[in-house]
């Protein structure tokens, strides 16, 4: 038995092809969107449905085996890493996404002013900004 098939038992999720294929895809890395991750799964599979990706990637984020992350004005994204409540960085000029590690060291990063009753244990927080291409673009426009 695989450890993707382990991991997904463990999480009480049924073995399938099509959550074996999204797993791969996102263990290798990235903030892939829905249409990149599907492209990959066909890749492997031959034939999966748009819909079909779509509900493996919702069991599995709710099984916390993957994360989905929107940053603003951008298609949701997957990502394999989760549960060590890391950050993005997203670039203003392609989009690009990279992981930041937590700001200060431990979850949740941030204590809220309020947090209005609610246990807190998580903090998104997105930091904008130009990637070094983009940099180096607007550097030779200029």
């Known amino acids: 038995m695989s450890s993707a098939e382990e991991l997904l038992r463990s999480r009480g999720l049924r073995v399938t092809r ?3 294929a999204v797993l791969d895809v996102l263990a290798a890395g990235g903030h892939l969107e829905v249409e990149e991750i599907t492209r990959q799964v066909r890749e492997r599979l031959d034939s999966v449905s748009t819909q079909a990706v779509y509900d493996v990637l919702g069991a599995l984020s709710r099984a916390g085996l993957s994360r989905r992350i929107e940053p603003a ?3 949701a994204r997957y990502e394999a890493r989760v549960g060590d409540n890391h950050h993005h960085v997203v ?3 392609c989009g690009m996404i990279a992981d930041v590690d937590c700001a200060v060291g431990e979850a949740p990063c941030l204590e809220p002013h309020s947090a209005h009753g609610f246990e807190i ?5 997105t930091f904008w900004g130009l990637c070094p291409s983009c940099q180096a673009r ?3 426009d200029e």
């Open 73 to 75: 004005g951008s298609p």
């Open 18 to 20: 099509p959550r074996l």
């Open 138 to 140: 607007r550097t030779a």
């Open 91 to 93: 670039c203003r000029g």
């Open 121 to 125: 244990d998580e903090a998104e927080v």
